[in-house]
C-alpha cells in the first residue's frame, strides 16, 4: 500500500481559527479559572496551541483514552490509558478533543467525567465529522466540521505516523 496525505486544512487557516476558538473562550470564561483536560495523543499539538492564547488563569491535565488501536476505524472498544492527575470537583473544565467522529469515545468520556463533580464540563474540539455521528455529544467550540475522510497531521495520526505535520491532511491509501 502506498500512503498519500494531501492538505485539507493548511497552517495558516489553523492558527487563525485556533486563535478565534480561544478569543471565544476568553470571553466566555472571563473572571474564571479554567482546567483544560487535553485528551491524548491526538490533541496535544491543538491544546497547546490553544492554551497560547487563552488569557483567563489556566491549569492543564492529561487523559489517554483509547479507541483506535493502529486501524482506520474505531474499535468501538474504549480505553483509558491514563487518568487525570488534578481532581476536577468544583471546577471549570474544558475537555480538549482533536477529533470527533462516532461520539463514542467523546460520550463515555463526558458521563464518566460528570460523575466527578465539576462546576462545568465543556467540549472543544478541533475537527468535527457531524455525518458520522452514532451518539449525542455535545460540542461548545468547534474548529472545522468536515466530511468523513482519514485525517492526519497536527497531532493526528494513522498508526502513530503523520502527528508531526503542521497541517490537516487527509490520508489515501493507494495499491502499489
Same mark, same amino acid.
Given at each position: 500500500?502506498?500512503?498519500?496525505?494531501?492538505?485539507?486544512?493548511?497552517?495558516?487557516?489553523?492558527?487563525?481559527?485556533?486563535?478565534?476558538?480561544?478569543?471565544?473562550?476568553?470571553?466566555?470564561?472571563?473572571?474564571?479559572?479554567?482546567?483544560?483536560?487535553?485528551?491524548?495523543?491526538?490533541?496535544?499539538?491543538?491544546?497547546?496551541?490553544?492554551?497560547?492564547?487563552?488569557?483567563?488563569?489556566?491549569?492543564?491535565?492529561?487523559?489517554?483514552?483509547?479507541?483506535?488501536?493502529?486501524?482506520?476505524?474505531?474499535?468501538?472498544?474504549?480505553?483509558?490509558?491514563?487518568?487525570?492527575?488534578?481532581?476536577?470537583?468544583?471546577?471549570? +473544565?474544558?475537555?480538549?478533543? %482533536?477529533?470527533?467522529?462516532?461520539? *463514542?469515545? @467523546?460520550? $463515555?468520556?463526558?458521563?464518566?467525567?460528570? #460523575?466527578?463533580?465539576?462546576?462545568?464540563?465543556?467540549?472543544?474540539?478541533?475537527?468535527?465529522?457531524?455525518?458520522?455521528?452514532?451518539?449525542?455529544?455535545?460540542?461548545?467550540?468547534?474548529?472545522?466540521?468536515?466530511?468523513?475522510?482519514?485525517? +492526519?497531521?497536527?497531532?493526528? %495520526?494513522?498508526?502513530?505516523?503523520? *502527528?508531526? @505535520?503542521? $497541517?490537516?491532511?487527509?490520508?489515501?491509501? #493507494?495499491?502499489?
Amino acid at each position: 500500500m502506498k500512503e498519500q496525505v494531501s492538505v485539507l486544512i493548511g497552517e495558516e487557516e489553523l492558527t487563525n481559527r485556533i486563535k478565534e476558538l480561544a478569543d471565544q473562550i476568553n470571553r466566555d470564561y472571563e473572571g474564571k479559572k479554567l482546567h483544560l483536560v487535553c485528551i491524548l495523543k491526538g490533541s496535544v499539538f491543538f491544546t497547546c496551541e490553544l492554551a497560547k492564547y487563552i488569557k483567563v488563569p489556566l491549569v492543564m491535565d492529561f487523559m489517554g483514552v483509547s479507541s483506535y488501536g493502529d486501524g482506520l476505524k474505531s474499535s468501538g472498544y474504549i480505553t483509558i490509558e491514563q487518568d487525570l492527575t488534578i481532581d476536577i470537583k468544583g471546577r471549570e +473544565v474544558l475537555v480538549i478533543e %482533536d477529533i470527533v467522529d462516532s461520539g *463514542r469515545t @467523546l460520550s $463515555y468520556l463526558m458521563h464518566m467525567l460528570k #460523575k466527578r463533580e465539576p462546576a462545568s464540563l465543556e467540549v472543544c474540539t478541533l475537527l468535527d465529522k457531524p455525518s458520522c455521528r452514532e451518539t449525542d455529544v455535545q460540542i461548545s467550540y468547534c474548529g472545522f466540521d468536515i466530511e468523513d475522510h482519514f485525517i +492526519v497531521g497536527f497531532g493526528l %495520526d494513522y498508526a502513530q505516523r503523520y *502527528r508531526n @505535520l503542521p $497541517y490537516i491532511g487527509v490520508l489515501n491509501l #493507494k495499491e502499489d
